[in-house]
């Protein structure tokens, strides 16, 4: 997987870009996939024409087949997709704002579903697709990825200067209460306005991203009294509490799974 920063005119929505290779074709078959949330926006492009599959469920035989290109999130909870038949991918991590900037939409129109990238760029999602399946150096096609970003940017107001200010507070775990009364603001209106440029509540997004910042520590070998600890937990029952809510793994089940990509579990791993 190649990951780059992003151009200076992307950097307030965009987190960064990637590129993944095919695996190797002499791999075990990976079935299906549990991708795990974070409370970020992003966009797939799968080359050449392989849609997404998502399941609703385990019990979800047939599942819904997508398109190639997609935007998806912020997700606030686990989802099941088919990886049965991986293949090489071009894709971008959002930042809290770049619904409305890249996409014209609210993010609570995309909270935890995918939408065709055509739905938000009608015409626009065909060229990119045939400029990125047209390269094959993955250092132009983040190229490509990013020129397309950048033309799709919107002249939107930014974010809300109170939202854009607590961002990194919320990231830092600072109590939502303090939050709020250095706002300003009625605790109504603070959630709002948070709502309106995240697509979930401030105590939510925050509970994703320790979450994320856990799973590496969690795949480590650390105690579980440690890693509860360090990755902002009261104690290893509240990390057991959150794991199987966002995963529906226990942190044990988690480890022992040993993912490559920390957010993406094989579904027959059993919590």
């Not at 469920?57 to 290109?69: E, F």
């Not at 109590?175 to 306005?193: C, N, T």
């Not at 104690?235 to 480890?255: K, N, V």
């Amino acid at each position: 997987m190649l990951v780059r920063p992003t151009l200076p005119a992307l950097r307030d929505v965009v987190e960064f870009l990637w590129t993944r290779d095919a695996p190797a074709k002499n791999g075990p078959p990976t079935g299906r996939e549990l991708v795990l949330p974070d409370g970020r926006m992003h966009l797939a492009v799968r080359l050449g024409g392989r849609p997404l599959r998502l399941y609703a469920d385990p019990a979800d035989n047939a599942g819904v087949a997508l398109t190639d290109a997609v935007v998806a999130g912020p997700y606030g909870r686990a989802y099941l997709k088919d990886a049965s038949d991986p293949g090489p991918s071009v894709g971008a991590i959002f930042r809290v704002g770049a619904a409305q900037a890249l996409f014209g939409c609210e993010p609570g129109e995309l909270v935890d579903r995918h939408g065709a990238l055509a739905q938000f760029w009608p015409g626009a999602d065909e060229t990119l697709r045939d400029r990125l399946n047209s390269e094959v150096e993955p250092l132009r096609q983040l190229q490509c990825l990013q020129e397309m970003l950048a033309a799709r940017l919107r002249r939107v107001h930014g974010l809300h200067p109170q939202v854009a200010g607590v961002l990194q507070d919320v990231r830092r775990g600072v109590p939502i209460g303090e939050l709020v009364a250095a706002s300003g603001f009625s605790h109504r209106r603070f959630l709002d306005l948070f709502r309106q440029a995240a697509g979930m509540s401030p105590k939510r997004y925050a509970r994703l991203v320790r979450f994320r910042r856990v799973l590496p520590m969690a795949a480590g070998d650390l105690a579980w009294t440690e890693v509860a600890l360090a990755g902002g937990y009261s104690d290893q029952a509240h990390l057991i509490r959150e794991f199987r809510e966002f995963s529906g793994l226990t942190p044990q089940a988690y480890r022992m799974a040993c993912p490559f990509n920390r957010r993406h579990v094989p579904s027959s791993v059993k919590g």
